[in-house]
């Protein structure tokens, strides 16, 4: 609910007006505007009266939001959220933020030297799998916290900010250490209990949208988290599941806007899971800077031919770092610049 209050009213009238709301167990999120104060009320609000409300002097006007997200709503942040990852700022109009690294960490030299080629190919984050969930139980799962360290002796060397998947509350002190900003897979955007931990994190997360969620789903994915205390939520769409087989998931570019337009959120895309494949890696993330994303976080691997997990859909340093040169004029277009 969006209780709309006049400008004149009294400071003194608004904390009465606050504290009634909190009073009935409901959070109250204040919007200062050059004409209205706004009140956002998160709670359940279905015994409120609006007739009880508008009979203040003070209220201009008292509307019921019909989403069922409601931190993650641009309507009670009509500003668009800056999430800061070891400041680095993603989202509003910040630079566009490229992330680089590998699937998997296979170790301390082979990620900090690609840690090294993505920096000096003009990424600002380094991405790496530790703890890596596999279809198959069979398949190299990660070398786990071994892998964690790893990435920790690559940033000591370069710098670079460490992105990497959280899939177990178990880690959670672990990921809270060591990694900048935390990645939730697409197999766990629905793990609730994870969620709400995320929530007493002081790291930032990155929220990948599931393989066959909805806007909505994913929205509200994010809106546990938030619920839960962490405000600083970054979405990440990373393809969904539909009929098509010839790329590995279905890139919707369309949810892009969409985004901008439903919540405040900062939205990158991940071209790799998207495509499956590095020969479409580049014109995909072109097509989403185009689209007004707010990153990328791409795999790159030296030796893809030989990498442990993933390797078709990494690019090589060199690709990657041609990908960043071409990337800086679309930019450009739509009124942003590559960090």
């Given amino acids: 609910m969006i209780i709309t209050l006049k400008k004149e009213a009294p400071e003194k009238e608004v904390e009465k007006i606050r504290k009634n709301f909190e009073d009935k167990g409901l959070r109250v999120n204040m919007i200062l505007g050059e004409e209205f ?10 015994h ?3 007739r ?37 700022p993603v989202g509003g109009k910040s630079p566009i933020v490229i992330i680089g690294g590998p699937c998997s960490v296979e170790s301390e030299e082979q990620v900090t030297r690609i840690a090294e080629e993505v920096k000096d190919a003009g990424g600002c ?10 279809t198959s139980p069979y398949a190299f799962q990660g070398l786990g916290y071994e892998g964690i360290l790893d990435m920790v002796a690559a940033r000591k060397k370069t710098g670079l900010p460490i992105v990497s998947e959280l899939m177990s509350i178990d880690k959670l002190d672990e990921f809270e250490e060591n990694v900048d900003l935390v990645q939730i897979g697409a197999r766990n955007m629905q793990n609730y209990d ?7 994190l002081s790291k930032p997360v990155l929220l990948k949208r599931g393989m066959s969620a909805t806007i909505e789903e994913w929205i509200m994915s994010a809106e546990y988290i ?7 939520v970054i979405l990440c769409e990373r393809g969904i599941r539909t009929f098509e087989k010839y790329t590995r998931n279905t890139l919707d570019l369309a949810v892009v806007p969409i985004i901008k337009e439903k919540t405040h959120l900062p939205i990158i895309i991940d071209p790799s899971h998207a495509t499956g494949d590095w020969k479409y890696v580049e014109a995909v993330s072109l097509a989403a800077i185009a689209a007004g994303c707010d990153g ?17 859909q990494s690019l090589k340093p060199l690709k990657f770092k041609h990908l960043v040169d071409r990337a800086r004029p679309i930019a450009e277009a739509v009124e942003r610049s590559v960090r």
């Fill in 37 to 46: 104060n706004v009140f956002g009320l998160v709670g359940d609000t279905a």
């Fill in 48 to 50: 409120l009266d609006d």
């Fill in 52 to 88: 009880a409300i508008m009979a203040n002097e003070w209220v201009e006007n008292v509307q019921r939001v019909s989403a069922p997200y409601k931190l993650a709503n641009r309507m009670f942040h009509p500003e668009d959220s800056v999430v800061d990852v070891a400041g680095i």
């Fill in 125 to 134: 984050m380094l991405r790496g799998g530790a703890y890596k969930p596999r």
């Fill in 194 to 200: 994870l969620l709400k931990a995320c929530g007493k």
């Fill in 226 to 232: 938030m619920a839960s205390g962490n405000p600083n």
């Fill in 296 to 312: 990328l976080i791409v795999e790159v691997h030296d030796h893809p031919e030989s990498a442990w997990s993933d390797g078709a």
